[in-house]
């Protein structure tokens, strides 16, 4: 019985089927792409037919494994950030496997694209024109495309919903945009399903062998974390909402109420969470301990939690922010819990006062 093995010679991947050589994939160039399809060896039809249909049931186990995370945005299917799953979706199975996730996909009339996956996530790709594979790309071609369609070409490849600063233009050079899709995706929502808000960066470079064509466009991830998204203090009263029962302390106090026993203990200005803070706004920590003695569980979410300056400004807390964060949380009977509120605050706002809305109860401690 014949069997496939997979291994790497002085030119790079060989697909090796009962000993003989069914295909070799060159190695990769120091970019990490591939310039040349891959060569095939002279083989029976037989064994073609059987490396092909392996090359495919492989795409097909990783597309369904990629599915079992859950359907993915549609600003994101076949595009950086997205799966796998999503790419052979819309293009069909890989022409070419390049080894450390890396796969090739054959764009018609467009050119070449190579992929590398990490965990999944399309974090690289770089689309070459269909130009001939051993031309350096620093070398103009017939084939390559005008700086008009390359802008064409490189928006079907970033997310949908992609934004870009106001003074960038698609054209020479990196371009850095950023995608909420694309956020949604990295940033997975806690155990509490309490989902960070932010944009996910990337990159967008056009190789340009002449000041007028493109022979190529490389796409990345940002590695950085994405930042939250700005929000605005509002008025609406939402620290003075009636209740059964108020109470109010200073910092370091202890407030008992509805079977609730809560201390703050200490504010942190300018603190450092998990997503850093939108351009022109900081990050306030306030820390708290909350210990049930009731007689039922108590659930908090990040609107339980008011943050006021002098003028009557709020802002409510954020998700996630400072480890360990207690914006979302359930208080078992007999349980407590302790940790970091968060909130995101634009410069000039001096927080006063910190509101929770507790079941029946309005505890507030005052900061200064």
Do not use: H
């Not at 870009?164 to 899709?181: I, K």
């Not at 939690?305 to 409510?316: A, H, P, R, T």
């Not at 922010?321 to 302790?338: F, I, W």
Request: aromatic fraction near 6%; hydrophobic fraction near 45%.
């Amino acid at each position: 019985m014949d069997f496939v093995r997979i291994g790497l010679s002085a030119v790079g991947m060989a697909v090796i089927l009962g000993g003989s050589v069914v295909a070799i994939w060159p190695q990769t160039s120091p970019g990490g792409l591939a310039q040349e399809a891959p060569i095939a060896s002279p083989v029976a039809d037989q064994d073609q037919a059987q490396v092909a249909d392996l090359q495919t049931r492989v795409a097909d186990l990783s597309t369904r494994v990629a599915e079992l995370g859950g359907a993915e945005s549609e600003a994101l299917v076949g595009r950086i950030g997205g799966s796998r799953s999503g790419f052979d979706e819309r293009y069909g199975p890989p022409v070419a496997y390049l080894g450390g996730g890396a796969v090739q996909y054959d764009l018609a009339g467009i050119g070449r694209l190579t992929v590398t996956f990490d965990n999944g996530v399309a974090q690289r790709a770089m689309l070459v024109a269909p130009r001939p594979a051993v031309l350096p790309l620093d070398e103009p071609n017939e084939a390559d495309w005008s700086l008009d369609r390359a802008r064409e070409i490189g928006a079907t490849i970033v997310p949908a919903d992609a934004t870009f600063d106001d003074d960038a233009t698609a054209g020479p050079g990196v371009l850095s945009g950023a995608s909420e899709a694309l956020s949604d995706a990295v940033l997975v929502a806690d155990e509490e399903g309490c989902a960070p808000a932010g944009s996910r960066g990337f990159t967008v470079s056009y190789t340009m062998p002449s000041s007028d064509l493109v022979s190529a466009i490389e796409f990345g991830l940002d590695e950085q974390t994405a930042a939250l998204a700005p929000t605005e203090p509002e008025r609406s009263g939402r620290s003075q909402r009636g209740a059964s029962a108020v109470a109010n302390s200073s910092l370091g106090g202890v407030v008992a109420v509805n079977g609730l026993r809560m201390q703050a203990f200490d504010v942190v200005e300018d603190a450092e969470g998990v997503q850093p803070p939108a351009a022109g706004f900081s990050l306030v920590a306030v820390e708290l301990a909350i210990e049930n003695e009731g007689r039922r569980s108590v659930r908090f979410g990040p609107s339980d939690f008011v943050l006021v300056d002098k003028s009557g400004q709020e802002v409510i807390a954020i998700c996630g922010g400072v480890e360990p964060s207690v914006a979302q949380v359930d208080v078992g009977r007999r349980e407590a819990a302790e940790g970091f509120v968060t909130f995101q605050v634009p410069e000039g706002f001096v927080p006063e006062q910190l509101v929770i809305l507790a079941p029946g109860a309005r505890v507030g401690f005052n900061l200064g």
